[in-house]
């Protein structure tokens, strides 16, 4: 089936996954405001959005392999309802260091679902002539979801502070689930056979373009998600040498942001539908290595004007989300369909694996290169550290041969 402007399945998982998303966001744009009421050193609050990280790895590991055992769809569907629940239970007990590690880490552990079993369902669904363009909608979503999540975070925080922002983004995702279920009740659950004899390992040994997709998202991973973990507060700091409040400051992070996803969302589509006509392997090499440069470079940048760093900003994350459609994408090609969902765990674990570590790294970086008690002004070496991250995703994408969907080495 080709993408139609009429395409209401795509219109409906589209907005489906846009408010299943709304609390993902929300610890990293109530972070300025939380390392005062919580009490937590720029470490410990990495370990909250690292403790996401690594049960959204282990969710996106078991839902990826249950999808090849029970079918997409089923995985996804349980996934959404698990994901309200767990969800609304963070926006009403999350009030402390230790709560809100936990409970956030419980929201990750449903997510999962919502993710790689959706790449399969869409790789199902849409031919490779057209694949690029839909999965890039499929990520364009994802990016609106968390730009969303930010803004009503943004709103919340001016209104009400932030137990009202976990709430109500706790909330959102029920209307989320509803429209999914309509999306979906027509969608065949497909359980695709495989070929005896082989294991996923033996699949990822043999396959050269399937080792560097997966090496090149894990390293893609670590730079975007470090880098989503900390920009509203990087922001926020920019904003704060105005002479700004706290509360002011979270809002203008966590709205600056928002803009910066919905810019996000935009370099999805164009990408994906890009590398259908360009070709993934150029497009790859090309966005990891802006992405590498502008994370080596927005850092430094903290006492420039504030509409410097917005600029930069958006060119940051336009070239950090661009080259995720393309990953799915080319993998997508490069596996048989009866292993996709188990190729997709690896890849997950690995990458949200390495994601997870991230924000620790990012900010124990921070910890050591500002003097303990001060206002955190040195930001460069941190950010330096994601954009070893993108060096390696460049390196891996030039190593990408893209020949074409599921061959491997002789």
Not at 384 to 407: C, E, K, N, P, S
Request: net charge positive; charged share 10%.
């Amino acid at each position: 089936m080709l993408i139609t402007r009429t395409d209401n399945w795509l219109a409906l998982i589209f907005s489906a996954r846009v408010l299943m998303y709304a609390n993902y966001m929300v610890y990293a744009a109530c972070l300025p405001v939380l390392l005062d009421e919580w009490q937590m050193s720029a470490a410990q609050a990495g370990t909250i959005a690292s403790g996401f990280m690594a049960a959204y790895a282990v969710s996106l590991f078991a839902s990826s392999w249950l999808a090849d055992h029970f079918g997409a769809k089923r995985v996804f569907v349980t996934s959404a309802v698990l994901s309200m629940l767990t969800a609304m239970a963070f926006g009403f007990f999350a009030r402390s260091y230790l709560s809100g590690l936990l409970f956030y880490s419980l929201a990750a552990a449903t997510q999962g679902g919502l993710y790689t079993p959706a790449i399969i369902l869409f790789a199902d669904r849409y031919d490779s002539s057209r694949r690029g363009t839909a999965v890039g909608y499929l990520i364009a979503s994802t990016s609106v979801g968390y730009a969303f999540s930010l803004g009503v975070t943004g709103l919340c925080l001016h209104l009400a502070g932030y137990r009202a922002a976990f709430i109500v983004t706790g909330l959102l995702p029920v209307l989320g689930v509803i429209m999914s279920w309509f999306a979906l009740r027509g969608t065949p659950n497909i359980i695709h056979p495989r070929p005896r004899g082989i294991r996923v390992f033996q699949l990822l040994r043999k396959n050269h373009d399937t080792r560097c997709l997966v090496a090149g998202y894990t390293s893609h991973s670590w730079e975007l998600l470090g880098m989503w973990s900390w920009t509203p507060t990087f922001f926020a700091a920019s904003f704060a040498l105005a002479g700004n409040g706290l509360a002011d400051t979270a809002q203008f992070g966590a709205y600056l942001a928002a803009s910066m996803h919905i810019v996000g969302s935009f370099a999805s589509a164009s990408m994906g539908r890009l590398s259908d006509h360009w070709g993934r392997r150029r497009v790859l090499i090309w966005v990891a290595a802006c992405g590498a440069l502008l994370s080596f470079t927005l850092g430094w940048l903290i006492v420039f004007p504030v509409y410097v760093v917005m600029v930069i900003g958006f060119l940051y994350y336009f070239a950090a989300i661009g080259d995720s459609p393309v990953l799915s994408t080319a993998l997508s090609e490069s596996v048989d369909a009866g292993y996709l969902g188990s190729v997709l765990a690896v890849r997950a674990l690995l990458g949200f694996g390495a994601g997870s570590v991230a924000p620790i790294v990012f900010g124990a970086v921070l910890d050591w290169t500002n003097p303990t008690g001060t206002v955190v002004t040195q930001w460069g070496w941190a950010f330096v550290v994601l954009g070893l991250g993108g060096a390696l995703a460049t390196w891996y994408a030039i190593r990408f041969r893209g020949v074409g969907a599921r061959t491997a080495d002789p």
